[in-house]
């Protein structure tokens, strides 16, 4: 009885101590603070299992409401997120694809072979148009990553045309055939897409060479803008490939530099994204957090180069990767949602804020159905997943003036690696401030002290991610188990705001 009572007690000691757990946050001069580029919080749809057929585009004569073929609830959800822009057809499916093939008459479409995904026959129902008027709909920018690795620039440049050129040419006459008068005016352009694998197997010399060459072909045909022509980044922490592109293509050809970067396990074992233990949870967590040092490295590169900063690093490819779920097509990526992908998004787009001198732009993988998707669909029904609800607390960052702050952390450990278990990213827009904190610790709550003084902040409000257990996640049966809720755990007093967050959530504050 006695060894239970001072267990008893030795455990509640040690709950005590580790509520004492605290953070100190530092905000430093907003004086030379880049603004967050909206462009972070960009999204990503492939061609790729689920994402576009059967999750946006159900067709036009579908029972599920729809605008030209895509699901309402969709479009509605996606509005309210706000996203920016909206990448699209790939991905690896982008440089096996062929832009001619999805316009005009439906029915009319040559069918393709999806050779990366599935090997499925697709209809090129969904095509240049579908996309192009989805994203009006949408209000978001539409960002095409175009086919170097099994195009030409013919091709290539004749999509620019399509899509841009007003006056008389043979393709905006081919497009007002196709019943679309107006140009869409389509700025951002992606030059192919993972050159160094799915694009072609190519060497960081030679892609920079058809890079050029495409480039210099490329034009906006409206005389009202620039393109913004992207090239083809590094796999994760291939610096050599950055430094080839950096080096060797000219300034007047580029507009930014991809990279691309997942979070798992392991590569070859990811495991389930709903039944995982507190080691593959780490193990996650230390390859997304691995981030900040792929964005830091990749920028210092760039800076040698580019030392104002007039190219963008592109993060077009990021999110949690797991095995798919059980009786799905293995080649459709179908995964679910949990908490471990709340807190890759938290951390993620804090880091990218941070870094938004040179991060401009970044697109999480994917929207609908593939990969840390933030709308799962399943017939009629939608939902909408934990990292939708962070990046939509995360929006009142988009176009904001950074604040740029220090973070002194306590560790979150798991064996004998360590971990820092908070993050944070501030900004300021219209007279507001908003500080988004996230507590990756799978146990500990930490109280985070940030001196306010200075921001003279009466007026605060706090919204919050969190669950109970890390595996949680939403179902088609119950679809709010994890949704944003009021969070009133922080207090301000003498210009020190303390807040104190539980286990593995997500908090943003709004301070007037
Ligand atoms: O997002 C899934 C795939 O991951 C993309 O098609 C490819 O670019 C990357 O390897």
Redesign the pocket.
């Known amino acids: 009885m006695k060894f239970i009572c001072t267990a008893a007690i030795a455990l509640f000691t040690l709950t005590n101590l580790s509520a004492q757990q605290k953070s100190t946050i530092t905000l430093t001069s907003q004086e030379n603070a880049p603004t967050i580029n909206k462009h972070i919080y960009g999204h990503?749809a492939?061609h790729?299992g689920r994402c576009i057929y059967d999750g946006f585009y159900v067709g036009e004569n579908s029972k599920i409401p729809n605008t030209n073929g895509v699901r309402n609830d969709i479009i509605a959800a996606l509005k309210d997120l706000g996203i920016p822009n909206l990448r699209w057809p790939?991905?690896?499916?982008a440089d096996t694809y062929h832009w001619k093939d999805g316009i005009g008459p439906k029915d009319e479409r040559p069918t393709m072979v999806n050779q990366?995904w599935g090997g499925v026959t697709e209809d090129n129902s969904f095509g240049t148009h579908d996309f192009l008027d989805l994203c009006e709909t949408l209000g978001t920018e539409p960002y095409l990553a175009a086919n170097v690795g099994s195009g030409t620039v013919q091709e290539f440049t004749d999509w620019v045309q399509y899509v841009n050129h007003s006056g008389k040419s043979p393709m905006s006459d081919l497009r007002k055939k196709n019943k679309r008068d107006k140009a869409w005016g389509v700025s951002i352009w992606g030059v192919g897409?993972?050159m160094w694998?799915?694009g072609g197997n190519m060497t960081p010399e030679y892609y920079a060479n058809l890079f050029k060459q495409y480039s210099t072909f490329m034009s906006d045909w409206s005389n009202t803008g620039k393109l913004f022509r992207i090239a083809s980044g590094a796999n994760v922490a291939d610096y050599h490939w950055t430094e080839v592109l950096m080096r060797d293509i000219p300034k007047n050809l580029i507009e930014g530099v991809a990279l691309?970067s997942?979070s798992f396990v392991e590569w070859e074992k990811k495991g389930s994204s709903t039944n995982f233990n507190e080691e593959q949870y780490f193990t996650t967590m230390q390859t997304a957090l691995k981030m900040e040092e792929l964005v830091t490295k990749h920028s210092e590169i760039m800076d040698k180069y580019d030392t104002n900063k007039k190219i963008a690093l592109i993060v077009d490819?990021w999110g949690g990767w797991y095995d798919v779920e059980e009786g799905t097509n293995p080649g459709f990526?179908y995964q679910q949602n949990t908490m471990r992908d709340a807190m890759i998004a938290g951390t993620t787009l804090n880091i990218f804020n941070n870094h938004s001198d040179r991060v401009r732009m970044a697109n999480l993988?994917?929207t609908v159905n593939?990969?840390q998707a933030v709308i799962l669909t399943k017939g009629d029904k939608m939902i909408l997943t934990p990292t939708y609800h962070v990046m939509h607390l995360y929006k009142v960052h988009q176009d904001a003036k950074l604040i740029p702050l220090k973070v002194a952390s306590p560790e979150y450990k798991f064996g004998n690696k360590t971990l820092p278990a908070i993050s944070a990213s501030a900004s300021a827009k219209d007279g507001k401030t908003h500080v988004s904190l996230v507590n990756i610790h799978s146990t500990e709550k930490i109280t985070v002290e940030i001196n306010v003084d200075a921001l003279k902040l009466k007026n605060i409000t706090a919204q919050i991610v969190a669950s109970p257990k890390l595996q949680d996640h939403n179902t088609f049966e119950k679809p709010n188990v994890i949704a944003p809720k009021d969070f009133k755990d922080f207090k301000l007093k003498n210009g020190v705001l303390s807040v104190t967050l539980p286990p593995f959530s997500v908090v943003v504050l709004e301070g007037k």
């Open positions: 990503f492939e790729l790939g991905g690896c499916f990366w897409n993972e694998g799915c691309h997942y490819e990526l993988a994917q593939v990969l």
